[in-house]
């Protein structure tokens, strides 16, 4: 017996899945790469479930449920193979399923490019990466203000970085993704 996915190649690393067959009653071992998850016979190796093994931090970030379907493994897989797997688009697809309530299997390449989310990546401490976004994001959206304030010797000048990002203009997601800290900034 064939499964539908049989002639599907998962072209990205997507690492590994733990899993747990449910005719055996004992956990999968060893863990299976995307492309065995997407091949297992449900049929004839028992009916099992999945779930990320944490190995690859950037795709544990996306796929955070405890039973993966195969549909989002080759979902995913299909983003990755269109934009790349860099951390930044990792950590857009990641806000966009987690944080803004999007489906993977509905995401496409598109939506995730034009996304109006800023993204910003450091492995610094988040007090650093906000303060760098604010400025960045005071900058890009009120350069004539933002052009006052740096030219500015009067000490009393202040740029609050917690009052420009939690203002009612921005919506602001912090998580990390292994060592990287991430600052996700949506305009409202």
């Known amino acids: 017996m064939t499964t539908i996915y049989e002639n599907l190649v998962i072209e990205n690393d997507l690492g590994t899945f733990e899993g747990f067959n449910h005719r055996d009653q004992q956990a999968i071992f060893p863990n299976l790469t995307a492309q065995e998850m997407v091949d297992w016979d449900h049929d004839r190796h028992g009916e099992a479930e999945f779930w990320h093994s944490g190995d690859n931090a950037g795709i544990a970030s996306i796929l955070t449920s405890g039973d993966i379907p195969v549909n989002d493994v080759i979902a995913l897989d299909r983003l990755l193979s269109e934009l790349g797997d860099d951390i930044s688009t990792l950590a857009k697809i990641s806000y966009l399923t987690e944080h803004d309530g999007r489906r993977l299997q509905e995401l496409e390449p ?12 450091d492995n610094v401490s988040f007090l650093d990466l906000r303060r760098t976004a604010a400025h960045e994001l005071f900058e890009l959206y009120y350069p004539e203000e933002f052009n006052i304030w740096e030219k500015s010797s ?16 921005f919506s602001t997601v912090e998580f990390q993704i292994g060592e990287e800290r991430i600052l996700v900034v949506e305009p409202l």
Do not use: Q, Y
């Open 154 to 169: 009067c000490d009393g000048l202040i740029f609050d970085v917690d009052r420009f990002l939690d203002s009612p203009v």
């Open 110 to 121: 598109r939506t995730i490019e034009d996304s109006p989310v800023s993204i910003f990546i």
